[in-house]
């Protein structure tokens, strides 16, 4: 990390004054868009099957199970390119639509623009990078896991997307609305 920013901080000054402000950024936003409050369950035990590459995540009730691998990388490269595709156009709304009812009733689209108002202002720079993730493997860093928010499940994944020249940190939280996993945290830093 130390590398490249002095890598940076030789090239262009501006672009280093991005960097650090993308950083704050991406602190700020980690705690602002936390929806609910985390709750531990002590029944938890995560088993591999050995008929597929889904994690099943034992619990009391059995609600929901981590996803296939395939269908991580679906999921978390859709999120990240619709928030791509909201910085571009410098509208939340669509984006908005793809989201959770919890994450809907606590942000609307204006409040969105004005919270990721530095990536629009950097755009330029933001939104090419966060476009080469749709053709990039996440690596997740930890195995996504299920816990319990208020007795719904809800799906954290958090890793990068090894793009050039800088990587793509991703921490993202989904919420499982009937069978559909919806986005209720995302967290950016590169």
Not at 83 to 93: G, I, Q
Not at 99 to 109: C, E, V
Not at 144 to 172: A, K, W
Request: proline residues 3%.
């Amino acid at each position: 990390m130390k590398n490249i920013i002095q890598k940076i901080e030789k090239n262009d000054t501006k672009l280093t004054a991005l960097f650090a402000v993308a950083i704050l950024m991406f602190i700020g936003l980690a705690c602002h868009f936390n929806v609910g409050t985390e709750s531990n369950t002590t029944s938890e035990k995560n088993t591999v099957s050995e008929k597929s590459d889904t994690v099943k995540k034992d619990t009391d009730d059995d609600k929901a199970d981590v996803p296939s691998d395939s269908e991580l990388q679906s999921l978390v490269k859709a999120s990240t390119s619709d928030f791509a595709d909201a910085v571009e156009e410098e509208d939340f709304s669509d984006f908005l639509k793809t989201t959770s009812g919890d994450f809907q009733a606590q942000y609307t689209g204006e409040q969105l623009k004005d919270a990721f108002s530095t990536f629009i202002q950097k755009k330029n720079v933001i939104v090419p990078l966060l476009k080469k993730t749709s053709n990039t493997k996440a690596n997740f860093s930890s195995q996504p896991r299920i816990r319990m928010e208020n007795n719904i499940p809800v799906l954290d994944t958090s890793g990068t997307f090894q793009t050039e020249p800088y990587p793509v940190n991703f921490d993202i939280s989904y919420e499982l609305e009937g069978s559909d996993w919806k986005l209720l945290k995302i967290k950016y830093k590169m």
